[in-house]
């Protein structure tokens, strides 16, 4: 019994601790691992503090893996000051206002990202935003929710 109440103590200690320390977007993406190169970019454009801020925010995030995915020299070009304005619209365009969970989503579905173009939402062979698919869905933040996604999302010129 004494084993069983140290457990439960631990449990609840674990729980109480992991929302006192509740990460938002930018930490939460940092503690993934998996997001260097759009954090990275993040700070090139000047957008980590929003990402920080209030929200909530539904940040749809490339991998390292989408970003190496871009043609030979696309994400060079895009950190590059004079490139600043695009790189903040291709990041936008991974954004909507509000906290968007999986099980909010329907097929066929539009959502207008911060950037002001529209993504589709596909859910027939597995959810698609756009095309790229969906590979962690419903990551929490204090601020908002991460959807991991394969590719990297280009606003229409």
């Known amino acids: 019994m004494k084993i069983v109440k140290i457990a439960l103590a631990t449990a609840v200690a674990s729980v109480i601790s992991a929302s006192a320390f509740a990460a ?15 954090l990275a970019a993040a ?25 190496a995915a871009l043609p030979a020299g696309t994400v060079e ?34 959502a207008k990202t911060v950037q002001g173009g529209e993504v ?10 756009n095309d790229a698919k969906v590979v962690g869905a419903d990551v929490a933040a204090d601020n908002g929710v991460i959807h991991v996604i394969d590719k990297v999302l280009l606003p229409a010129s």
């Open 24 to 38: 938002n977007i930018v930490d939460t993406a940092k503690s993934a691992g998996s997001f260097n190169t759009l």
């Open 43 to 67: 700070t090139a454009a000047g957008l980590v503090d929003t990402l920080k801020g209030d929200g909530p925010l539904t940040v749809f995030a490339p991998t390292d893996e989408a970003f």
């Open 77 to 110: 070009s895009l950190l590059k000051p004079e490139n600043k304005d695009k790189l903040v619209a291709v990041l936008t365009y991974h954004v909507v206002a509000g906290k968007v969970m999986s099980t909010d989503l329907s097929d066929g579905m539009m």
């Open 120 to 129: 589709k939402i596909s859910l027939a062979s597995g959810p698609m935003i």
